[in-house]
């Protein structure tokens, strides 16, 4: 069947949803998505709930994986219809505490949202973050079934999803090892559906920092993906950033990344 699945990391759930008049609970009321990805809600399920309380009493459907540390991560998945199963985590001892994984069944489709912390070149932050996606790597290539794995990587994969690329050869976010991480990941039958439905240019970038004009110049990343594999992969036929048309109406530093699937 058709979905339509955003992607959006909310950098703080409670913020995003008390923007009154321009916030996120705005932006679910309009929004054509049946599923949509959230990360970094930073809350506790019960501040979740009750952030989203207007949406889950029209109808909405919220899992989530709760925060093991306050004002860290999280992630969830929003959808119209209610998931048959529910996950937490992918196995790891060391990461399915910490609230930065969760995927859910739909029929024939899985869908996951993951939320890649950022690192610090050599630092134990960046060695963490290489652990976090080995490990997340061997989730992922294990995955048989129709499956779409969304949220915010933290990882800009090439020199297009970048629009400063050479002050950022050397930070975390676009290191090789990184960079090869997804190389390895699309070689292992995963597809970006919005580069390859955005095809050789550049963006379309989905965070901007809120330091100086980036935003109002463009001058972003493309950091949030869709990666899809199976037979959903192919029916990706439209990508789109709803990226909010000036700064003052924007309700994260992060823009919905929004896939729709035949």
């Given at each position: 069947?058709?979905?339509?699945?955003?992607?959006?990391n909310v950098n703080g759930i409670r913020a995003a949803t008390g923007k009154t008049g321009k916030g996120m609970l705005e932006w679910l009321a309009t929004t054509e998505a049946d599923i949509v990805c959230v990360q970094e809600t930073r809350a506790t399920d019960a501040q979740t709930r009750a952030a989203l309380a207007s949406v889950l009493d029209a109808g909405w459907y919220l899992a989530h994986a709760?925060?093991?540390?306050?004002?860290?991560?999280?992630?969830?998945?929003l959808s119209r219809r209610e998931p048959s199963a529910v996950r937490i985590g992918f196995g790891?001892?060391?990461?399915?505490?910490?609230?930065?994984?969760?995927?859910?069944?739909?029929?024939?489709?899985?869908?996951?949202?993951?939320?890649?912390?950022?690192?610090?070149?050599?630092?134990?932050?960046?060695?963490?973050?290489?652990?976090?996606?080995?490990?997340?790597?061997?989730h992922l290539t294990s995955r048989a079934q129709d499956f779409v794995i969304c949220g915010d990587w933290n990882v800009a994969h090439t020199e297009l999803d970048i629009k400063n690329w050479k002050g950022n050869v050397k930070n975390s976010g676009f290191l090789p090892g990184e960079r090869a991480?997804?190389?390895?990941?699309?070689?292992?039958?995963?597809v970006d559906t919005v580069r390859a439905l955005h095809p050789g240019v550049p963006g379309p970038y989905s965070w901007w920092?809120?330091?100086?004009?980036?935003?109002?110049?463009?001058?972003?990343?493309?950091?949030?993906?869709?990666?899809?594999?199976?037979?959903?992969a192919s029916r990706a036929k439209q990508a789109i950033v709803e990226r909010a048309p000036t700064y003052a109406l924007r309700w994260s530093d992060h823009a919905p990344v929004t896939v729709q699937y035949r």
């Open positions: 069947m058709p979905y339509i699945i955003s992607t959006v709760e925060p093991g540390l306050k004002g860290r991560a999280g992630v969830g998945i790891s001892p060391e990461f399915d505490g910490a609230a930065r994984y969760i995927e859910a069944d739909f029929e024939e489709l899985t869908v996951a949202s993951v939320y890649v912390h950022t690192g610090e070149a050599d630092t134990p932050m960046q060695d963490e973050k290489y652990r976090f996606l080995g490990q997340l790597g061997e991480w997804i190389d390895g990941i699309l070689a292992a039958g995963y920092t809120y330091r100086g004009r980036a935003y109002d110049n463009d001058v972003g990343w493309r950091i949030d993906y869709h990666l899809a594999r199976g037979e959903v």
